[in-house]
Every structure is written in structure tokens, then in C-alpha cells.
């Protein structure tokens, strides 16, 4: 089984490929960077638009090109006002080779109002943790979810639940397509 991931990252690609081990054997997981379309730090259901976008031009390349990709992943981090607090999450959308879509979120953790403030003036949390944290290119290790929860979580293991989620609906295809 073929999964296309619109991203290099190698944290999401690790996340997808634990994510489906645990319903499909044999898998090819092959990231290819995709644009979200979305500004660099996706609020609301811009987090979601952003990994449909993702997705989809998945599917588009894959039917063009002949890929062979049975499921397209778009995965999307950002932020979401809820209960008037702002949250960090990860957005999912996977979409099969006929077109069937699943949506899915991985746990979403609560943000200081230091870091959501500079994230809303248009900063990237990324950036914001990369500085915060003293390190570089945390995005692509353990992210902002390892710093507040002191380690317990990594941002790969943050994914995986939200990967899940939006396979849902390809497990009960007669409920949901």
C-alpha cells in the first residue's frame, strides 16, 4: 500500500506511517512537499483547508503522474480559538484513491497568551518555540507539545491520534461514503 504525504517533514511522515501500521500491512510511505495554501500559521478552519489542500493536490499529482498512492495525507498545524482560550493542534484530511475524504485532529494543548499573541501578529509557531526553546528546526522534532508537556508527548505521537481520527471513515465506509 501506497500512502503520498504532502510533506518532507519527517515528523509527520513518521506519524503516518505508525498511524497506518496499525490497520494495513506493507506500506510505502512517500512524502512529496506540497502547498496548504493557507497563511504560514493556519487559524481556525484554515488548519483544516490546509490539509484538504494538501490532499487533494495529492490526489491530482497522483492521478496525473500515475503515482500509484491508494491514500493521500494532508496534515496541517495550527490554531484554533475555542472556549475563548487558543489552542495548538494538527489538522488531518486523508482522502483514498476514489475520492473518499475523512477529517481527523490530533489533542489540542493550550497556548500562553505570549506565544498566541505573536502567532496572531503573523509569526510561525515553529519559530516562536525555536527561540523559546533555545534550539533549532523544533518543528521538525519534538515541537511545541514536548516543551509544555515536559517531554511526556513529542509532536510525532501528537500527529499519530489526529491520523487516526480522519481513518474513521474508511473503516466504516458504509456509514460515512
Known sequence: MKILV???NPVKLNAVEEAFQNYFDNLSVVGIET???VSNQPINDEV?????TRAITLKKKNDSEDLGGDFFVGIEGGIANVFKRW???GG???IDSVGNKGF???A???LPCEITNRLLAGEEL???MDEIMQAENTKQKGGAISFFSNGVMNRKELYIHGIISALVPFHHKSLFF
Open 6 to 8: 504532502g510533506s518532507l
Open 35 to 37: 502547498l496548504s495554501g
Open 108 to 110: 489540542h494543548f493550550e
Open 104 to 106: 481527523g485532529s490530533s
Open 126 to 128: 515553529g519559530v516562536v
Open 48 to 52: 483544516f483547508t490546509g490539509a484538504e
Open 87 to 89: 489552542f495548538a493542534f
Open 92 to 94: 488531518v484530511c486523508i
